[in-house]
């Protein structure tokens, strides 16, 4: 900047005087002292250090089995059980450090796209410097092929053009000149005097002056971006923090609050600590994050399996309560195949059937198709120009079709061959397509006589012709009636084509000097990037789901809008806002309207970032797509970036959740149906094992609140904190992640996403976890205290460990019962088979098979991990008949409810 005003404002005279240099460059000591005070031109990747990461990975992990560990390791004497379970915390906190290292990475491959030499103009003369050693100033030479090494304003160009799909998006060169633009922030594909670090020259050679370096180029900025927004947290991960914070805090100071009481009305101090040890262990939910893990694990591998590849395993959940998803347009949203769909031939106008490169369709006159194509002379003359003069192939590959070559030319030879054409006539010459003169032409030999075909720019191929072709006849060229019919294609947002021809005697052989003249005007070829019929249908779906489609594209407006229109984006009266308008709007100002605009053109990189942030302000769960380097600080400041498998750069790649195998918008409802599919098994998982810990700490609270009138309290209790501990951990592990293969439900894409402040802590889950969690502490000490007072002549070893075990069986029963109703939040067990979900029928097998040897596993294996020793067998009746009253218990809780609902409905 200067004066106020961007460096592609000024004119070169102005850069020069401002930047105090010359065209000869700055000389090799005033070039020393400007490293010095602007530095290198590099980028800083300054990520998160290695011990941070690790000692933040090592914290989370110790957050949720620290308890559990030292209640093992300093109570029972188990060193050995403490050790293996510090292991699983050192093994997590490993893998966490090594996921979160890979979010640096991003940072590391913009660092790559930087060069080690450019070719730089000082003291008049050209000499190789390393490009860290640029400045602000400093006179570039550029070549085709070369990568632009800082951010540049052109001196001078011979028909250079750079590719900038890595900032912009923009798949076609575009070419480049040395004139001053007036409009105020104008986005870099706009800006045709600059050139810009980490982008391609393709084509010519020029001169610029040096404007920005390191952090202050495009890329410096987009890099700062990335440090800046930081990793947002996923909304899944947010509220289990929450949840498990609230449930340490709360069982904290429940059990200090205990403990002191316990002490204070005269209960022995270890009978205290040993009780308290206890119900903090049991309440705690250790497996809770083994089973997260998993569901996300299994949820990624179901989506990999529909074109989402997910890099970070909570990306899973995240999609499934998008309430925005944000995406590209070209290749996403629309095929990035060019099709003809319409074409004014003569003065009759058709439509074209068909989309992308597949040569299958049909043209329609009145909506009447046209039976022959090949002999309607106007037509088929404008569809062989299109053909002939034109340097694309159309090749099949396994039944699919590509262009090799422009997509433009592309799309003249799919219209052709839709049509049977597909003649060979031998070119002669050619005049190349330039943006100077906008046409291309080529002369081809035929039967006594020789054929120039010209197309391009609808205005200069009219200029260059003297009469139009019109039922087989030369007639007089209607200019204002052609001109008006190219404005309405391109108020429909075509790309317009115009063809011409003229023959020639067969003595013609090569161009002349000069632009062919004397040509018969054959009519107009009007094309687009046509939408995905998956896209429409996709966002259909949104709609019906609830989640709002945005599209932001560095596209014109004209174009944005009517491919808005045609999926079904933004509704009736589409709000289009622009990226210089964007440039204008202050955070407040964006914020304000960023819930009524659903269309963005010409965007900026900051642009998609910007809005991004304050759609999350705005409350939103945001999915943002994106595929260049200019995409990566919006990727990461969304809740979910979501990059290009196939048209996207590493850096992009790096900087997301989530990668689509196909670049398809249906990919992410896809996914987004897996995610919601995914958090309704977690949320059955977390309402089967939060009872487990709910039922466990009753009983340490009932154990400890009636030993002063149950005195077999104070000598044992119903179950050790190791048996807990068990509980907790194996549960998850054999029947709590088998429920994340439960098959999906009906109508997920049909209510709206979650509401953001939606919290575990509710109504329902009060109600259900303490209903479970009563019937099972409840059944444990009815167990405990019957075998106790029954057996205690009847049978033979100790009987406080025979109670024990008998309790510590009846909580596994009660929750392995449970879980077959728990398939369902709501539901029945007896609506759906008991085959359907094979995978909970073998962790209840495992679950029971293991059960029976801890029972048993004193007389089987001579010792008693689990402080165990058989009961009674007589008493495996009561056990079981017990065990089976959650199920029921729950059962009877969804009939109530189902009728209660039935009631209010009627």
């Not at 943006?435 to 391009?456: C, D, S, W």
């Amino acid at each position: 900047m200067q004066n106020g005003k961007a460096w592609y404002q000024l004119s070169v005279e102005q850069v020069i005087e401002a930047l105090e240099t010359s065209t000869d460059g700055l000389s090799t000591e005033e070039a020393k002292k400007r490293l010095s005070k602007y530095g290198p031109n590099e980028l800083e990747a300054r990520g998160t250090s290695a011990l941070v990461r690790f000692l933040r990975q090592f914290h989370n992990a110790l957050y949720y089995v620290l308890f559990a560990a030292a209640g093992v390791a300093f109570f029972l004497d188990k060193y050995l059980d403490m050790y293996v379970i510090l292991a699983v915390i050192l093994a997590s906190a490993i893998i966490g450090f090594m996921q979160e290292g890979k979010a640096e990475t991003a940072l590391e491959s913009l660092r790559k796209m930087t060069v080690p030499n450019s070719t730089v103009i000082r003291n008049g003369k050209k000499l190789t410097v390393p490009v860290k050693d640029l400045v602000p100033g400093d006179v570039v030479v550029l070549e085709s092929g070369d990568r632009v090494p800082a951010d540049l304003r052109l001196l001078s160009v011979q028909s250079l053009y750079a590719d900038e799909a890595m900032l912009t998006g923009e798949s076609s060169p575009v070419q480049k000149d040395t004139q001053p633009e007036d409009s105020p922030g104008l986005p870099p594909g706009d800006q045709h005097c600059m050139c810009f670090s980490g982008t391609f020259v393709t084509r010519g050679n020029g001169k610029g002056i040096v404007t920005a370096t390191g952090q202050e180029a495009e890329i410096g900025k987009i890099a700062g971006m990335l440090q800046e927004s930081g990793r947002v947290v996923p909304p899944i991960i947010r509220k289990v923090n929450e949840f498990v914070k609230l449930i340490i805090i709360a069982i904290l100071a429940f059990g200090a609050i205990t403990f002191g009481a316990g002490v204070a009305l005269g209960y022995d101090y270890e009978f205290m600590f040993l009780a308290t040890v206890g119900m903090i262990v049991a309440v705690i939910p250790e497996g809770l994050p083994a089973a997260l893990m998993s569901a996300f694990a299994i949820g990624a591998m179901a989506m990999g399996r529909r074109n989402a590849l997910i890099r970070r395993l909570p990306a899973v959940e995240t999609l499934g309560s998008t309430t925005v998803i944000c995406s590209d347009k070209t290749g996403t949203l629309t095929r990035n195949e060019m099709t003809v769909v319409r074409i004014l031939a003569g003065a009759t106008e058709y439509r074209v059937s068909g989309a992308g490169y597949e040569p299958h369709g049909e043209f329609f006159r009145d909506a009447e198709a046209v039976s022959s194509v090949l002999d309607n002379k106007d037509l088929s003359e404008l569809l062989r120009a299109g053909y002939l003069c034109n340097n694309a192939d159309l090749i099949e590959e396994g039944g699919h079709y590509r262009i090799k070559g422009d997509p433009t030319e592309g799309a003249l030879i799919v219209s052709a061959l839709k049509a049977g054409l597909e003649e060979a006539h031998p070119r002669l010459d050619e005049i190349p397509f330039d943006p100077e003169h906008r046409y291309m032409a080529t002369l081809h030999q035929g039967r006594g006589e020789n054929v120039i075909y010209v197309k391009g720019a609808p205005e200069k191929v009219l200029e260059m012709c003297h009469d139009q072709l019109v039922e087989g006849q030369s007639r007089q060229l209607e200019r204002e009636q052609l001109s008006a019919k190219v404005d309405e294609m391109s108020r429909e947002a075509l790309r317009s084509l115009a063809m011409a021809y003229r023959v020639v005697s067969e003595d013609y052989r090569e161009f002349g000097e000069g632009d062919p003249d004397g040509l018969t005007f054959l009519g107009i070829q009007g094309m687009f990037d046509p939408p995905r019929e998956e896209a429409i249908e996709a966002v259909r779906k949104c709609d019906t789901a609830g989640i709002r489609s945005v599209m932001i594209t560095g596209d014109y407006p004209v174009t944005a809008q009517a491919v808005a229109r045609q999926i079904g984006i933004g509704g009736e009266e589409q709000k289009v806002l622009t990226g210089e308008e964007l440039a204008q709007m202050s955070d407040k100002e964006l914020y304000d309207v960023v819930d009524e605009v659903s269309v963005y053109a010409r965007v900026a990189p900051e642009h998609k970032f910007r809005i991004a942030q304050q759609l999350r302000k705005r409350g939103h769960i945001v999915a943002m797509t994106g595929d260049g380097v200019n995409d990566a600080p919006a990727l990461k400041a969304a809740d979910i970036g979501v990059a290009m498998g196939i048209t996207g750069t590493e850096v992009s790649k790096e900087a997301s959740d989530m990668v689509l195998a196909d670049d398809n918008f249906a990919s992410i409802v896809a996914a987004v149906e897996e995610g919601r599919h995914i958090f309704t098994n977690i949320w059955k998982m977390i309402l089967f094992l939060l009872p487990t810990n709910g039922g466990q700490g009753l009983i340490m609270i009932s154990a400890m609140a009636l030993s002063p009138f149950i005195l077999v309290f104070r000598e044992r209790l119903p179950v050790e904190p190791i048996q807990i501990l068990w509980v907790n951990l194996f549960m998850a592990v054999a029947c709590a992640i088998p429920l994340v293969w439960e098959p999906k439900e009906k109508g997920l894409l049909e209510v709206p996403p979650r509401d953001p402040n939606w919290s575990f802590i509710n109504r329902f889950f009060l109600w259900r976890v303490g209903l479970v969690s009563i019937v099972s502490a409840g059944g444990a000490v009815l167990v405990f205290l019957l075998y106790h007072n029954t057996m205690n002549d009847a049978a033979t070893g100790d009987i406080l460990t025979q109670a024990q075990t008998a309790a510590f069986t009846t909580i596994i029963l009660i929750q392995v019962c449970y879980l077959f109703t728990a398939r369902s939040v709501e539901g029945s067990a007896f609506t759906f088979s008991p085959f359907s979900n094979r995978v909970v029928l073998l962790g209840v097998g495992v679950t029971l098979a293991v059960q029976l040897l801890l029972v048993y596993s004193l007389p089987l294996f001579g010792i008693a991990p689990l402080r165990t020793e058989p009961f009674a067998s007589q008493w495996w009746v009561v056990v079981i008949l017990v065990g089976t009253i959650g199920f029921f218990a729950v059962e009877g809780e969804k009939l109530i409810w189902s009728r209660v609902r039935s009631s209010s409905r009627k």
